[in-house]
Nanobody
């Protein structure tokens, strides 16, 4: 089985920083993209940032220049460095990954989600 374990959420003042981590574990053959989504109360889940296996990245406009996604392929881990946080960044942040596992004789690709970590930006 594959699991995504997130950490790093918490309460921070406006203008502060947090770093989220997400480690994938289990019978992993390969990982394509890894990224972060968030969901605020009463709103739909939205993409924050994603990093593809080739190294390219994608960010939503509202976090460009403030958030940085990085990835440690050897550790199957993705990070989200969040700077200059704003109250509107408050949400539950979810890790997302597209992972292939070996189910002999086939490789199966599926999307996995973490359990979510709360980020609250408030004074």
């Amino acid at each position: 089985q594959v699991q995504l374990a997130e950490s790093g959420g918490g309460l921070v003042q406006p203008g502060g920083s947090l770093r989220l981590s997400c480690a994938a574990s289990g019978s992993i053959s390969s990982i394509a993209n890894m990224g972060w989504y968030r969901q605020a109360p009463g709103k739909q889940r939205e993409l924050v940032a994603t990093r593809f296996s080739g190294g390219s990245t994608r960010y939503r406009d509202s976090v460009k220049g403030r958030f940085t996604i990085s990835r440690d392929n050897a550790r199957n881990t993705v990070y989200l460095q969040m700077n200059s946080l704003k109250p509107e960044d408050t949400a539950v942040y979810y890790c997302n990954a597209n992972i292939s596992t070996y189910r002999g004789p086939y490789y199966l690709s599926a999307t996995y989600w973490g359990q979510g970590t709360q980020v609250t930006v408030s004074s």
